[in-house]
């Protein structure tokens, strides 16, 4: 007896539907698009150039990240929606289908979010291309003057300190005349000529927390032969600015800290701004579902929206 064999195309039938989920990802980045738009209408009129007038930095930035979060979650929803609304329905438990439908939704968040890292790429190839070709321009002009500001900006080196310790000229207080002092023959230098040697002095004391009794009492020489105040004056100035210094860098490492703490924040909220676009497109995928089963048309404040 002959058989006879029945296809019945379900294998021709694709599992995932690429064209629905790429018109939610479109539609995802359009609604963000016009959404984040309409924030900064509200973002500037909250901002006033006027001191005390407007509301606050903190104010407009809990306004910026709440609103953020909102866009993100408002484009992937409706990314989704539309994704689950238009997949094409097949022989399928209903089970089945919600999560093919929320499984619709999870790839318009996914390919949503490798455009926009895709874009934020490219967009920060380009930024350092220019910066590249901005600082060739303007370093072929600036060559004259580099060296001396190398010179008097440059890293600090423990063996450029050993250096300038082992080759030290110190001056020498006069007895004749109170707080008057008076330097070798061979010492020589100016202030511009001492200044790198300061810098090294200062960048020593900074980053050990202390400047000792030696270096002190050399700066303090070096200021009163240069202002000719006497000497407990000019010790006097050298602990102050010691300590002025010290204050600047432990308000630097304050701020450094703030920031560390904003970018915690920041990637934390991200994160979760992320996770609750994850759930939103994928309810909103499954909600498009059983309207397109339903044959029931989306309502918005209790009348159709589409």
Not at 2 to 11: D, I, K, R
Not at 35 to 58: D, E, K, R
Request: positive net charge; proline residues 4%.
């Amino acid at each position: 007896m002959a058989s006879t064999v029945v296809t019945t195309g379900a294998s021709s039938v694709r599992y995932v539907e690429w064209g629905p989920i790429i018109a939610g990802a479109f539609a995802a980045a359009a609604i963000s698009f016009l959404l984040l738009t309409f924030g900064s209408a509200i973002g500037l009129s909250m901002a006033s150039p006027w001191p005390n007038a407007g509301a606050s930095a903190t104010t407009i930035g809990i306004v910026v990240a709440l609103w953020s979060v909102l866009v993100q979650i408002s484009g992937f929803a409706a990314g989704g929606y539309i994704a689950g609304r238009m997949r094409s329905r097949w022989l399928e438990s209903s089970s089945e289908g919600r999560f093919r439908d929320g499984a619709h939704g999870f790839l318009v968040w996914a390919v949503g979010i490798v455009f926009g890292a895709g874009l934020l790429a490219l967009g920060g190839l380009s930024a350092i291309q220019t910066s590249v070709q901005s600082a060739a321009l303007v370093g072929a002009g600036a060559m004259a003057g580099a060296t001396n500001s190398l010179a008097r900006n440059q890293p600090f080196n423990t063996a450029d300190y050993a250096t300038d310790y082992l080759l030290r000229s110190a001056p020498v207080a006069t007895n004749q005349t109170p707080g008057t002092v008076t330097t070798p023959p061979t010492a020589t230098q100016t202030g511009s000529d001492l200044r790198p040697e300061v810098n090294r002095i200062f960048s020593l004391g900074i980053r050990d927390q202390s400047i000792s009794a030696r270096d002190r009492e050399y700066l303090a020489l070096l200021v009163s032969q240069r202002t000719g105040l006497p000497q407990p004056e000019a010790q006097k100035r050298v602990d102050e600015t010691i300590a002025e210094a010290q204050r600047l860098e432990i308000q630097a490492r304050e701020a450094a800290d703030k920031a560390r703490k904003a970018a915690i924040v920041a990637a934390f909220l991200t994160a979760a701004s992320l996770l609750a676009s994850i759930i939103a497109a994928v309810s909103a995928a499954s909600l498009g579902g059983r309207h397109r089963d339903e044959d029931t048309y989306p309502h918005f404040m209790g009348r159709r929206f589409w």
